[in-house]
């Protein structure tokens, strides 16, 4: 079908693939191939054959509860702060005419109002880290159309750079990919920063990438952490933020880990989340 | 000179909708949580979107749902939007549509709606639409572009883009081959590319 693959790029950019296709069509298309670059123009395209549709506005309570709504949810990237973990009650997922109630913590950053410093909680339970990756993660089905074919070929820009430029991690990377169940995942980060796990089940090897991520508050350190299916955290190493890509090698693999998070810590570290994560992505 | 006799939703500049630079600011105050430049992007956008997203989806009370979803979504991640300058409407507009196609996916395999009643209600519905007289200036810029086209080509993309079905089941609806369906949905896209100017790189 790959000789065929050109022909796909108006459905692709009009929606019109299944799911399936859309992935293959995707994950088939060769770093810079001109294909790409016609799927993301075509993709621009669609977006103006919006403006064919009369203009209607929602009713106004659609906007109130919005309104309601974002007051009290997370932005993504958002400075990052001590928070208590998400509980059950906190408004994750757009749900219509249910109206969140208690005002979150991660808000009113400007009320000057003193976060209680060392304030640690158990970590929440694999429920809870679920319910904050809901948010989190709401961007990663929406990661299409133009965009979706420009980080892939970020990724692949970031593969390569990394393999020519650190012998010692591309051996990983490498093997990882030469291994028949090789998954890359790719995971939207904050600040328009990408994640990839790189990860063989089959070889215990793994690894994360991450491309264009913003350097950490000063004093403070991105931590990555293995999450398995009971909720508990388990660190996996700080990520050294610097110019374009980072490297981290997770020894022994996933270790059959349901979720892959990151929060803000200390410089050097902690043995357990403190802070809400900015990044959570259940293990493909 | 004659004031605007209709009501025209989108704040209207010359160009028949808000201006991406306007777009761009809003966006920039949104990501640093800035919730009345949400209200403000909000009233700027949620007609477009609702428009968009009330066509492909139909029923109203989902067509809101996912309106929201949408909304949310933009204050969720308008960092990520706000990093794209001078495409955050595009953005916004491509996820409108890809939520509202997966909402019109998922009601048809819960319902497995009969294909070919569901095209002509989306067949009927466009008429209704085609008649509403007030029309912003870019969506006649659209509506022409989409004439230019040939039959097939404006049927199929129109099946695809504003009724949300798959290239596969455009052909059925159609009676025409995969193969046909894929490039004449391809030809069009490249040549509304070219009517409407779409910049390169």
């Known amino acids: 079908m790959d000789d065929q693959l050109h022909l796909l790029t108006g459905a692709y950019a009009l929606n019109a693939l299944d799911d399936d296709e859309r992935r293959r069509f995707e994950r ?3 770093f810079g191939d001109p294909t790409a670059e016609e799927a993301r123009e075509l993709s621009e395209t669609a977006a103006l054959l919006a403006a064919g549709t009369t203009p209607v506005p929602p009713p106004p309570a659609l906007k109130e509860r919005l309104m309601a709504q974002i007051a009290v949810t997370p932005q993504v990237g958002a400075t990052p702060q001590p928070v208590t973990p998400p509980t059950s009650s906190r408004p994750v997922t757009p749900e219509a005419g249910s109206a969140p109630v208690a005002p979150s913590p991660l808000h009113g950053k400007g009320d000057g109002a003193s976060r209680g410093g060392g304030r640690r909680r158990a970590l929440p339970p694999v429920a809870r880290w679920l ?11 929406v990661g299409t159309g133009v965009w979706g074919l420009q980080a892939q ?32 995942q790719e995971v939207p980060a904050p600040g328009g920063a990408t994640m990839l796990i790189a990860h063989s089940k089959d070889a215990q090897l793994a690894g994360v990438v991450t491309i264009g991520m913003a350097a950490p508050p000063a004093g403070k350190a991105y931590e990555l952490w293995l999450i398995d299916a009971g909720g508990a955290a388990k660190p996996a190493g700080l990520v050294a933020v610097a110019e374009g890509s980072t490297w981290n090698e997770l020894p022994g693999g996933l270790d059959g880990a349901a979720l892959l998070g990151v929060t803000v810590e200390p410089a050097a570290g902690s043995p357990q989340p403190t802070t809400q994560p900015i990044l959570l992505a259940p293990i493909a | 000179m004659r004031r605007r006799e209709t009501v025209v939703y989108m704040p209207d500049r010359d160009a028949g909708s808000v201006s991406a630079p306007d777009i761009d600011e809003l966006m920039s105050r949104v990501a640093q949580g800035d919730q009345g430049a949400f209200g ?21 009370a989902q067509s809101e749902e996912v309106t929201q979803e949408v909304f949310l979504e933009v204050w969720q991640q308008a960092k990520r939007f706000d990093a794209d300058r001078g495409r955050a409407r595009a953005w916004i507009t491509v996820m409108a549509h890809r939520r509202a196609v997966d909402r019109v996916r998922a009601a048809q395999a819960a319902t497995d709606r009969d294909l070919r009643e569901g095209i002509k209600d989306f067949e ?24 230019s086209l040939t039959d097939i080509q404006r049927q199929a993309i129109r099946l695809a883009y504003y009724g949300g079905y798959t290239y596969g089941e455009v052909a059925d609806a159609l009676g025409l081959p995969l193969g046909t369906v894929k490039t004449r949905i ?16």
């Open chain 2, 124 to 147: 009927e519905s466009y008429d209704d639409v085609e008649h509403q007289v007030e029309v912003a200036l870019e969506s006649e810029r659209v509506r022409k572009a989409l004439e």
């Open chain 2, 40 to 60: 403000a992007l909000y009233d700027a956008l949620a007609p477009l979107v609702h428009g968009l997203v009330l066509r492909v989806v139909r029923d109203a």
């Open chain 1, 28 to 30: 088939a298309l060769p």
């Open chain 1, 153 to 184: 070929q970020q990724r692949d820009a970031a593969l390569r750079e990394l393999a020519a430029a650190q012998t010692s991690r591309s051996g990983v990377i490498d093997r990882i990919l030469s291994e028949p169940d090789a998954k890359v």
């Open chain 2, 186 to 201: 391809r030809d069009g896209m490249i040549r509304l590319r070219d009517v409407l100017g779409v910049s390169h790189g």
């Open chain 1, 131 to 141: 319910a904050a990756a809901a948010a989190v993660l709401l961007v990663a089905g």
